[in-house]
């Protein structure tokens, strides 16, 4: 498996924001989280991606424990983006900024970007400033750290679905 989530449970103070949830994804595979505001599915896709720290449980990217060796995992799943993205660029600059953090070799860098961007569902708005970005997309995950891979066990995680613009030209 490629993402296994073992019992994880996040609880603030009385509330239990998520209780004892578990579920495998497999290399290739495609999972996603749907359900009203307020079940826990932001909160999940952050413990996943090592934002928030399990109250209990544990989380299994590529066999590696978000307890136990978080930056592993980071390396899996490439830096999250509320912290990673620098906010006057566009998502692209981000991207490219970052693959360029990672050696991703100049001859393959455009096709892998292309790749990544399709894959997260952004390359219509990749030109967007992030500081623009619907605040839904600013808590998902990108996989920077992934760019010189893209093989299947590169994991992308989002919280939320990709926002489009509206008749307006406003998301």
């Not at 952004?122 to 010189?148: F, H, I, M, W, Y």
Request: hydrophobic residues 40%.
């Amino acid at each position: 498996m490629l993402v296994e989530v073992k019992d994880l449970a996040r609880r603030f103070d009385k509330l239990t924001a998520v209780d004892r949830v578990h579920f495998s994804i497999p290399a290739g595979g495609a999972f996603g989280l749907l359900g009203p505001n307020g079940p826990g599915k932001t909160t999940t896709v952050s413990m996943m991606c090592g934002l928030v720290v399990p109250s209990g449980g544990d989380v299994i990217i590529d066999g590696h424990s978000i307890l136990r060796e978080p930056m592993a995992v980071r390396r899996v799943i490439g830096a999250p983006q509320d912290i990673a993205l620098y906010p006057t660029l566009s998502g692209r600059e981000n991207l490219v900024f970052f693959a360029h953090m990672q050696d991703v070799p100049a001859d393959t860098l455009a096709s892998r970007l292309d790749a990544v961007l399709d894959i997260v569902q952004l390359a219509d708005r990749q030109k967007d400033r992030v500081e623009n970005a619907d605040p839904g997309n600013s808590r998902n995950c990108l996989p920077p750290g992934r760019l010189d891979d893209l093989r299947p066990s590169g994991a992308v995680m989002r919280s939320s679905p990709p926002q489009h613009p509206g008749p307006s030209g406003t998301s």
